[in-house]
């Protein structure tokens, strides 16, 4: 998968994550997108460990699924931090 097409696939899983996730989360836009592309990674890293399936091709559904996972991670360890952090 291109560069590009592995940015708009970290976007837009950020953008789902988001949205799944229940309450309200800090930190803006932005911040969601950048980790959005970070949980992208993170869920191709553990999916090509654990399950042997990476993030190969932009229309596959086990390359969306793992990219919402891995962001779904990521904004869930993030929240924890910045709700560590503000108290």
């Known amino acids: 998968m291109g560069f590009f097409a592995f940015l708009i696939l970290g976007l837009i899983a950020g953008a789902i994550a988001k949205a799944i996730l229940p309450g309200r989360q800090g930190g803006g836009i932005i911040i969601t997108l950048i980790l959005g592309v970070v949980g992208a990674l993170l869920g191709g890293f553990i999916g090509s460990a ?36 503000v108290r």
């Not at 596959?60 to 360890?77: C, D, N, P, Q, Y």
């Open 50 to 85: 654990l399950f042997g399936v990476g993030i190969n091709e932009f229309f596959s559904l086990s390359t969306w699924l793992l990219a919402i996972g891995g962001a779904i991670v990521v904004l869930l360890v993030y929240g924890m931090i910045s709700k560590r952090s």
